[in-house]
Nanobody, 120 residues
Framework: VQFVESGGGMVQPGGSLRLSCTGS????????LMWVRQAPGKGPEWVGV???????DYLDSVKGRFTISRDNAKNTLYLQMNSLKPEDTALYYC???????????????WGQGTQVTVSS
């Protein structure tokens, strides 16, 4: 299993970014996929999930600002982030939902992540 995240950068508060994540080594369309972030000095934080049936769910603090989508034909997961705040600053990773316990307990990721920095 491998993920390649991209699209991060530095933006001012209120700005937007769109992250992408391409997965390989597994059947992408068969899995619930999620975004997880980790800020400096803090543990992993679940951001949101895309369920195979098409639904999504989000961390309360990003609801209404972040949107997850996926293109199974391209094996790609997206995270549209609007109205960004300084507290959104973190390294963002994508992963399979079933791997969340491993991520939370060992901080093991299957990609390099993409850095999002929100600062004026």
């Amino acid at each position: 299993v491998q993920f390649v995240e991209s699209g991060g950068g530095m933006v001012q508060p209120g700005g937007s970014l769109r992250l992408s994540c391409t997965g390989s080594g597994f059947t992408f369309s068969n899995y619930d996929l999620m975004w997880v972030r980790q800020a400096p000095g803090k543990g992993p934080e679940w951001v949101g999930v895309s369920v195979t049936g098409g639904s999504t769910d989000y961390l309360d603090s990003v609801k209404g600002r972040f949107t997850i989508s996926r293109d199974n034909a391209k094996n790609t997961l997206y995270l549209q982030m609007n109205s960004l705040k300084p507290e959104d600053t973190a390294l963002y990773y994508c992963a399979r939902k079933e791997d969340l316990p491993t991520i939370l307990t060992t901080q093991t990721y299957w990609g390099q992540g993409t850095q999002v920095t929100v600062s004026s």
